[in-house]
């Protein structure tokens, strides 16, 4: 197979070259937002018919857990 050749690796940076260091600044920003949203989603699959049942319960007139879970 043929190799690649690296684009990124272009150009001569220096120690210390900001440009190197907002990249891996960007580079962890998407990391952690990926993170994030990662979590965020799984909280939020398993989590939001707890809190529907959790709202319900405290609300007036207090239903009970068979009305709140029932289709009808």
């Not at 070259?17 to 600044?25: L, P, T």
């Not at 398993?46 to 879970?69: C, R, T, W």
Request: hydrophobic share 35%.
């Amino acid at each position: 197979m043929a190799s690649r050749a690296n684009s990124k690796g272009k150009g001569k940076m220096g120690k210390g070259s900001k440009h190197g260091e907002s990249r891996s600044a960007t580079k962890a920003v998407k990391e952690w937002t990926t993170w994030v949203m990662k979590r965020a989603k799984t909280v939020t699959h398993y989590g939001f018919i707890p809190l529907v049942i959790i709202i319900g319960m405290n609300s007036e007139p207090k239903p009970s857990i068979a009305q709140l879970l029932s289709p009808v």
